[in-house]
Antibody
Framework: EVQLVESGGGLVKPGGSLRLSCAAS????????MSWVRQAPGKGLEWVGR??????????DYAAPVKGRFTISRDDSKNTLYLQMNSLKTEDTAVYYC??????????????WGQGTMVTVSS | DIQMTQSPSTLSASVGDRVTITCRAS??????LAWYQQKPGKAPKLLIYKASSLESGVPSRFSGSGSGTEFTLTISSLQPDDFATYYCQQYNSYSLTFGGGTKVEIK
């Protein structure tokens, strides 16, 4: 079964850090371009960033609001995606989803989603 | 960044209605557009990719069209399970963007 399972969410103070993980199974993780998408309470979807597969360069891209504060990485030996979030702001409060696409490049039409993990930034 | 503008933001319709949602890109994105359905408390579900390709398992009452900057998602006959929020998403550039969403409500 194809599955993405996020973990690591929680309550953190403004200025703090948090690392999210996303465990993948049921597909060839090392070939996948992986993204993080977030959704603030009652709001729409916002793409956070993406990491390409190592065979496609392993490069990362980020949305402007998180660039320089968030870092996406992957461990293909563990089939796990990470999101390191530093200098957190109250506006980073959201459900964070990891996601990927199965179709031909660009793999950015997302047919596989995790269940999401909630991050709350509050004092 | 490419901006995606969806309209309407809310749509009231009845079961059996034909429903059309529009998505406009601030610059040409060729056919690199996806549509998603999201229900409360759930992850989004891919409906359409590459503007008009129907995702496996998605009912044929859903269809997508358009290219360049103007796109539409059509539900040919609205069913009770279709009341949800719909998002478009462009994936033409290195930075991906979603539309603001269209909530389809029961009339």
């Amino acid at each position: 079964e194809v599955q993405l399972v996020e973990s690591g969410g929680g309550l953190v103070k403004p200025g703090g850090s948090l690392r999210l993980s996303c465990a993948a199974s049921g597909f060839t993780f090392s070939n996948a371009w992986m993204s993080w998408v977030r959704q603030a309470p009652g709001k729409g979807l916002e793409w956070v960033g993406r990491i390409k597969s190592k065979t496609d360069g392993g490069t990362t891209d980020y949305a402007a609001p998180v660039k320089g504060r968030f870092t996406i990485s992957r461990d293909d030996s563990k089939n796990t995606l990470y999101l390191q979030m530093n200098s957190l702001k109250t506006e980073d409060t959201a459900v964070y989803y990891c996601t990927t696409g199965s179709y031909s490049p660009p793999y950015d039409a997302f047919d596989i989603w995790g269940q999401g993990t909630m991050v709350t930034v509050s004092s | 960044d490419i901006q995606m503008t969806q309209s309407p933001s809310t749509l009231s319709a009845s079961v059996g209605d034909r429903v059309t949602i529009t998505c406009r890109a601030s610059q040409s994105i060729s056919s690199w557009l996806a549509w998603y359905q999201q229900k409360p408390g759930k992850a989004p579900k891919l409906l359409i990719y590459k503007a008009s390709s129907l995702e496996s398992g998605v009912p044929s009452r859903f269809s997508g069209s358009g290219s360049g900057t103007e796109f539409t998602l059509t539900i040919s006959s609205l069913q009770p399970d279709d009341f949800a929020t719909y998002y478009c998403q462009q994936y033409n550039s290195y930075s991906l963007t979603f539309g603001g969403g269209t909530k389809v409500e029961i009339k």
